[in-house]
């Protein structure tokens, strides 16, 4: 496929909502022969298009621009009210006589999407849910490849259908959030090398393996299960150039002996993240939060207060399987090692 013949190397740096991918971060995995991954679910379109020109600043190579496909919701004040009940025993102790009504609930998808088109970066990926087909065939007249986000065989099926250019197959140990849109959330857990392989069975488009890649090994098996490249975030977030809060850095650098585990708790999707207080508080009654994007509009204020404390008990610490693997160094260095390594095999 032209667009991933366009890589010196089939490294793709997974998007990573929340801050860690910053221009700087997508800018220099691009330069160094990757694809830099700029995610977008949570910005306006202005604030896309500021971040797509600063990247632009700093590398005239393809990087790819990122976003969850939603609907937004409108949730009564009923449901509101017992999602904020829930998620007392988190604000209360912080002093506060009730949980803010955040002023949305998430940004306008056609808005972005049209952003996104104006953009023509030279790839889009989407996660939690699917295009129809005459979205996909404005990305291609606008000269942008798609790319779908899959957890099942099913899904990788369904982008194939709809005229994607290729999968990104996300094994159960990914970080961050699932993208399963197709059946129960709790149902896509098959790990990532029995994924692989499936997929890659099912479809004739390319497959990009994601979940629990960390060192060029990795890379080599990923691509001998199947996968044309890798997507790799956990590696990433640790990196010099990536934006998260230095409380989530420390406790990712530190998290050899923590589990990491999914939980739908800070979000109403399935997520994975290192083992924290906030989790614990929750689990009695996961199964009870509302859905993306309510929840995670509900607890942004808490993380926040949390973050603004550098108490990493409060925050979504998300992080895949293996984050114990990472190895904090600059984006450039990171990618040397990790084609130094695929060539020892
Ligand atoms: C902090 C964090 C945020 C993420 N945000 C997104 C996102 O916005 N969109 C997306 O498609 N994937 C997202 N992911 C998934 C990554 O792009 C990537 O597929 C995943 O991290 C691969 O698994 P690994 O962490 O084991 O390398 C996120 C992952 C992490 C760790």
Redesign the pocket.
């Known amino acids: 496929m032209e667009w991933l013949s366009l890589l010196k190397f089939p490294v793709i740096q997974?998007?990573?909502?929340?801050g860690?991918t910053t221009p700087a971060l997508v800018a220099a995995v691009s330069n160094a022969g990757g694809l830099g991954?700029l995610?977008a679910?949570l910005l306006s379109p202005a604030q896309m298009c500021e971040q797509a020109e600063q990247v632009r600043s700093l590398t005239t190579r393809p990087f790819l621009i990122?976003l969850?496909v939603l609907q937004t919701p409108s949730p009564s004040p009923q449901e509101i009210e017992a999602a904020s009940l829930l998620l007392k025993p988190l604000w209360e102790p912080l002093g506060w006589a009730n949980l803010p009504t955040p002023a949305k609930w998430c940004e306008d998808f056609n808005a972005q999407f049209d952003a996104l088109v104006s953009l023509r970066p030279a790839v889009a990926?989407f996660?939690f849910g699917i295009l129809t087909a005459s979205q996909v065939e404005r990305l291609h007249d606008a000269g942008i490849a798609v790319v779908g986000?899959v957890t099942t065989v099913d899904e990788a099926l369904a982008w194939e259908n709809i005229g994607a250019d290729a999968v990104?197959a996300?094994g159960v140990?990914?970080?961050?959030?699932r993208?399963t849109f197709l059946g129960p959330q709790q149902e896509a857990t098959l790990p990532a090398k029995s994924l692989w392989p499936q997929v890659a069975a099912a479809i004739k488009i390319p497959v990009i393996a994601?979940?629990?890649?960390?060192t060029g090994i990795d890379i080599q098996q990923a691509l001998q299960l199947g996968a044309s490249a890798v997507?790799?975030?956990?590696?990433f977030?640790v990196c010099d150039e990536s934006g998260?809060h230095p409380t989530y850095r420390q406790a990712l650098l530190a998290a050899a002996g923590t589990p990491t585990r999914l939980t739908r708790v800070f979000s109403g999707r399935y997520a994975?993240g290192l083992e924290n207080h906030f989790m614990r508080v929750m689990e009695g009654v996961e199964a009870r939060v509302p859905a993306y994007p309510v929840q995670n509009a509900l607890t942004t204020p808490i993380r926040a207060a949390g973050a603004a404390k550098g108490d990493p008990g409060l925050m979504s610490l998300?992080?895949?399987?293996?984050?114990g693997r990472a190895r904090p160094m600059p984006v450039v260095k990171l990618m040397q090692t990790l084609v130094a390594e695929m060539r020892t095999q």
């Open positions: 997974g998007p990573m909502a929340g860690a991954s995610a679910s990122n969850f990926s996660t986000t990104v996300s140990e990914a970080g961050g959030h993208g994601a979940g629990a890649i960390m997507q790799m975030g956990s590696a977030l998260i994975r998300w992080a895949g399987a293996d984050i």
